[in-house]
């Protein structure tokens, strides 16, 4: 209780006796704020790309691609190749007794980004209306859906929020042909809304695709079961493919951007250094100016622990303040920011920054540890200091 | 029958500056008895405060036997030289050395902290501390709000909250005017005659000197006199 009552004593002293140090100290609480707002800023980036790909997978749906491909947009898969799969056990059946299934095109046209006026990659989705039944809660919030044989485009609401040319009933030119914007549509924010979809007869037509596609989605009889077509692509020497289910496929194309969350995490390391070293200055100063207080106490019988944990306490509750700034100013400057980047198709997935409750928690801890760190060495000098300096 | 509270035998305290050994004191021999008021005086570099901070246990010896009651405390441990301070010592400093942020009362309240008293038995004991140094009205002032002389007589009644047995004084008027340092001298003297104090006070200055019962000069380590009043 004692040792308590000493150590609360001296926390109180040091945390009062801030505004001596204010500028020193809230130099160590913005460096501090700088590095979990710059972490938090690639964590959230992260973490939203991660959950618009996440969110597009479903264990319902199975994707078949040309083995070795590592994306859609190098995929090809012929006519006879849909064909013999889509006789496969374990695909689902409509009413009428036929496989459920899509086989779709995916190519590449230009857009302009909003935000930079540059030109980027925008992925152009060939596909059925048992396409879109596949996708779930696909809905269309504005003008119609596209017709079949004609050169008409829905547009994702992502894609339409980030990139400019694309506005409900505009022409928009891609090569030598022209396009007409007719719906704008939704998806629940998954990774389909980046895109813009038409007819895939008429992409395979207007891209000169011939009779060829580049996926193959079909609805699962049980849900992730996709035996039965890893059988029959087994089996069958002609059939080049690889089958997952649209979540497994997801997720490893969300993998892709774990680089930057090493990234991320490097630079906070750095630049964590950083503010560690400011601490670590701050506080060694804060030592330095209470000396006479601290051998004072020391000399009236107060433990060194107390001098310890008093000096420790500053650097935590300065660091503590740096990170609740860094994470309160992620939040309230990126938190649902919408942004774009190119993705592992070479085409631009449209998300948001997402900083969820794991986040901030990891903010708050970094910055314990920065203040924990940078406290640690000043307060064992503090604790060691020697009780005769009370006497000047 | 008097009672010896601090003995000293042949104490020896050697530093090293650099490759140099200075002997501050070699072979120094000390009693100060219960109730006595010793002022020690000297030049500068003579020894005084280094006495002091050995008296205080905040130092100590090369080598020789320093005993409070009859208890050695120059083999004690940090942590137990800290309790040995708590409970014995009352320090009265130069410049005061009171926590700026804190109170008058807060100042006053550190040492007991280290007891087991209630919050209320504290509260009580440095109303009581505070008003016997004639600052019952400051009890809420900062240290800047007040007088050199008013923050001396807050340590004074720091360096007494505890009941120790002992006040010791490091030049405790040398920061204060003749009228002023009269004062507290004469404070010192009353918690002297009328509390059984025992104090030890390093003083450069005769006249506040002439406030002990004895007063010992210190020169290159040795007492080369002693004056008793």
């Known amino acids: 209780m004692k040792i308590i009552a000493q150590i609360w004593t001296v926390m109180v002293m040091n945390i009062r006796s801030l505004p001596q140090r204010l500028w020193m100290s809230l130099a160590a609480v913005l460096a501090v704020a700088v590095v979990i707002f710059v972490l938090l800023a690639f964590l959230a980036m992260a973490n939203g790309f991660n959950q618009t790909l996440s969110g597009t997978g479903s264990e319902d749906i199975a994707i078949v691609t040309r083995d070795g491909s590592q994306s859609e947009l190098n995929s090809v898969i012929s006519r006879d190749g849909v064909n013999i799969i889509s006789t496969a056990e374990g695909i689902a059946k409509d009413k009428n007794g036929n496989p459920i299934y899509s086989a779709e095109l995916y190519v590449v046209v230009d857009g302009i980004k909003r935000t930079t006026g540059t030109e980027v990659n925008i992925p152009l989705r060939g596909i059925s209306s048992s396409g879109v039944s596949l996708r779930d809660q696909v809905t269309i919030i504005e003008g119609r859906m596209f017709e079949s044989g004609k050169n008409e485009l829905m547009i994702g609401s992502s894609a339409l929020r980030e990139f400019s040319g694309f506005e409900l009933g505009r022409e928009v030119t891609f090569g030598k042909t022209k396009w007409k914007v007719v719906g704008v549509f939704s998806t629940g924010g998954s990774v389909f809304e980046s895109e813009v979809w038409a007819d895939a007869r008429t992409v395979q037509t207007q891209f000169r695709r011939g009779s060829s596609f580049q996926t193959m989605r079909m609805r699962l009889a049980n849900t992730g079961d996709i035996t039965a077509l890893e059988k029959l692509i087994e089996a069958d020497p002609r059939l080049n493919f690889n089958v997952e289910t649209e979540a497994k496929y997801y997720a490893e194309q969300g993998n892709a951007l774990s680089g930057i969350v090493i990234f991320g995490w490097a630079v906070s390391i750095v630049m964590g250094a950083g503010a560690l070293a400011g601490a670590l200055n701050t506080m060694f100063t804060s030592v330095s100016a209470r000396t006479t207080e601290i051998a004072t106490l020391r000399a009236i019988g107060f433990s060194n622990t107390s001098a310890f944990m008093g000096t420790l306490f500053e650097s935590v509750v300065l660091s503590l303040i740096g990170g609740i700034a860094g994470t309160t100013l992620a939040f309230a400057a990126l938190d649902g920011l919408s942004a774009s980047t190119l993705s592992a198709g070479f085409t631009q997935v449209v998300f948001t920054f997402e900083l969820s409750p794991d986040l901030f928690a990891t903010g708050i801890k970094l910055a314990l540890a920065i203040g924990f760190i940078g406290g640690f060495f000043p307060a064992w000098r503090a604790a060691r200091m020697p009780v005769v300096k009370a006497f000047g | ?229």
């Not at chain 2, 042949?10 to 004191?25: D, L, M, Q, S």
């Not at chain 2, 005659?193 to 019962?213: E, N, Q, S, W």
Request: overall charge negative.
């Open chain 2, 1 to 229: 029958m008097s009672e010896t509270l601090f003995d000293l035998k042949n104490v020896r305290k050697y530093f090293t500056r650099g490759a140099e050994e200075i002997h501050v004191f070699d072979g120094l021999n000390l009693e100060i008895e219960k109730g006595d008021f010793v002022a020690i005086m000297g030049p500068s570099g003579s020894g005084k405060t280094t006495l002091l901070n050995m008296l205080g246990g905040v130092d100590q010896p090369t080598d020789g036997e320093i005993s409070f009651s009859g208890d050695r405390i120059d083999n004690l441990s940090e942590g137990a030289l800290a309790n040995w301070r708590a409970t014995n010592i009352g320090f009265i400093f130069q410049f005061y050395n009171l926590m700026p942020m804190l109170s008058a009362a807060r100042n006053v309240e550190l040492p007991l902290l280290l007891t087991n008293l209630s919050a209320k038995q504290r509260k009580e004991n440095v109303a009581t501390a505070l008003e016997l140094v004639d600052l019952a009205d400051r009890t809420t002032h900062k240290p800047r709000e007040m007088s050199g002389g008013q923050q001396q007589r807050v340590a004074i009644a720091r360096a007494i909250v505890s009941d120790p047995k002992m006040l010791l004084c490091d030049e405790p008027t040398g920061d204060l005017d003749r009228e002023t340092a009269d004062e507290i001298l004469s404070m010192l003297q009353l918690l002297n005659r009328d509390f059984g104090k025992t104090i030890v006070m390093v003083t450069h200055d005769p006249l506040a000197a002439k406030y002990a019962k004895r007063i010992l000069h210190l020169d290159k380590g040795n007492f080369i006199s002693e004056e008793v009043d």
